[in-house]
């Protein structure tokens, strides 16, 4: 059964940092392309960061420079590093691997930016 596993959210303060990871399993993960997306309450869920089997990446406006989107095909992982927090990144984020075959989609983690 294909799993995706997010962790590593948290509170932060603004202007700190956090590492999201997300773990595969039962896939072959280097085929799928990778995209983390995230939810705030009351709002609908939007991309956030994207990666390619090939490695080519894509980020919504609101995020470049800060976040950066890698993967590691040999772990099966892909991580969203996050710097420079603000409020408004506060949400839940959740990790998705699609292909042709596929359309998976983790659990979420938190990730609370606040004072």
């Known amino acids: 059964q294909v799993q995706l596993v997010e962790s590593g959210g948290g509170l932060v303060q603004p202007g700190g940092s956090l590492r999201l990871s997300c773990s595969a399993s039962e896939i072959m993960f280097s085929h799928y392309t990778m995209t983390w997306y995230r939810q705030a309450p009351g709002k609908q869920r939007g991309l956030v960061a994207t990666?390619?089997?090939?490695?080519?990446?894509n980020y919504v406006d609101s995020v470049k420079g800060r976040f950066t989107i890698s993967r590691d095909d040999a772990e099966n992982t892909v991580n969203l590093q996050m710097n420079s927090l603000k409020p408004e990144d506060t949400a839940v984020y959740y990790c998705n691997a699609v292909n042709f075959f596929g359309d998976y989609w983790g659990q979420g983690t938190q990730v609370t930016v606040s004072s």
């Open positions: 990666i390619t089997s090939d490695g080519s990446t």
